[in-house]
């Protein structure tokens, strides 16, 4: 039984094709409705080896057949989300404890097992929460795949969630703005590109992934306020829509990096390691000498890329805090001082568009209640 589905390709000869079990089908004509139709054909053939797998599937196959399903599922643009590496660990934890367990013995009190081990490593009350429901998830593709009987995760259904201060689980600290100070402080220790990034995001109030991925073409520029209208963002899947609204302000620290092709990043640490070398050079304090100008330069082993991640985002504004000598803080904090800047000055319903949220809760967790003005308020009339 092969765990991995036929794909249909295309043949050097015109014909498409696919592989199932070790053997090549030849299609028909690439493109064909004949062609799709066989591959159809064979894909079911697939599916109908998988469910014909024993009775004593273990853990182990089962995620793997998972992990295979979810390579193509989670996906945005051609690029893996970070959604698979979560299923990968969770998937990791499942085999280590329970790999050679017949899956359809996977009980409630082996997932209570699994999570109290997640505790035992020192996982946060809300991760743990979220990695349980991946293991719901994973049972219940296997499920809609017929590889076992639903009876298994109506089981797992009554093992509830970690309450807060209710259990061994650790709790993490909820996530605050960050104070205007400790952002001007780290900008003066910031690249050009990273210092723009920080002040588009805070002023336009968007997502970390957002900002990183903007690109000339992705903005519409016939109003008096730019429409920012990303490729990919957190609720496409769902189809939403997001338009973030780019300001005076936002717009003059955009403008300098939109003098390139119009599908290029605008901030990319290519150009960034550049200015870094010319500034270097321009610091230089000793004559550089001819023995270091015609010197063979190493090679680096990861040359930088064409656009920022936002794990590399997030990693250049820790390394300004330190040389800021200034706490560290995560770029998602700048979204929340925007938050509150914004319920408070316009109202929740400006807030949660401008965030791009789909209902108002969630920006209410974002705006940091204002603690000082009800004490104000009630100095006076209470």
């Known amino acids: 039984m092969s765990s991995r589905p036929p794909t249909y390709s295309r043949h050097s000869s015109g014909q498409a094709r696919c592989r199932l079990h070790g053997k090549t089908h030849y299609l028909g004509a690439y493109g064909s409705i004949a062609s799709y139709e066989e591959h159809a054909r064979l894909l079911e053939l697939w599916r109908e080896s998988l469910r014909a797998a024993p009775p004593d599937l273990t853990i182990r196959a089962l995620c793997t057949f998972f992990l295979r399903h979810a390579r193509l599922h989670y996906r945005k643009n051609g690029q893996p989300t970070k959604e698979l590496f979560n299923f990968r660990t969770v998937a990791k934890r499942m085999v280590a404890m329970y790999g050679t367990l017949p899956a359809s013995e996977f009980s409630p009190l082996k997932l209570k097992r699994l999570r109290q081990g997640m505790i035992d490593d020192g996982w946060s009350r809300k991760s743990i929460n979220k990695q349980i429901v991946r293991v719901r998830t994973i049972i219940a593709w296997a499920i809609g795949d017929e590889l076992l009987k639903p009876d298994i995760l109506v ?7 970690l309450e807060e201060s209710r259990s061994e689980a650790r709790e993490t600290e909820p996530i605050t703005p960050v104070s205007a100070a400790t952002v001007n402080a ?14 588009l995001q805070f002023l336009a109030g968007c997502r970390p992934g957002e900002v990183c991925a903007i690109r000339p073409m992705d903005i519409d520029r016939s109003g008096d306020t730019w429409i920012y209208r990303p490729e990919s963002h957190k609720t496409q899947h769902h189809g939403k829509e997001r338009r973030i609204h780019i300001g005076p302000q936002a717009q003059a620290a955009l403008l300098p990096f939109l ?4 599908d290029a990043y605008c901030f990319s640490p290519a150009e960034a390691d550049v200015d870094r070398k010319v500034e270097l050079r321009a610091n230089r304090k000793t004559r550089v000498q001819p023995s270091q ?12 890329g064409d656009r920022y991640s936002t794990d590399a985002y997030g990693r250049a504004i820790k390394r300004a805090c330190v040389t800021a000598r200034v706490e560290a803080w995560a770029p998602n904090r700048l979204r929340h001082s925007r938050a509150t800047q914004l319920e408070e000055q316009f109202g929740i319903e400006v807030a949660q568009h401008v ?27 209470g």
């Open 186 to 199: 780290t900008l003066q220790h910031c690249g050009r590109h990273i210092s723009a990034m920080i002040r």
């Open 355 to 381: 965030l791009g949220h789909a209902k108002p809760d969630m920006t209410r967790v974002y705006a940091a209640q204002n603690h000082q003005r009800a004490a104000t308020a009630m100095a006076e009339v």
């Open 155 to 161: 089981g797992l259904k009554t093992v509830r969630g």
């Open 259 to 262: 003098d390139r092709p119009a």
């Open 293 to 304: 100008i015609s010197r063979r330069r190493a090679q680096p082993k990861r040359k930088p």
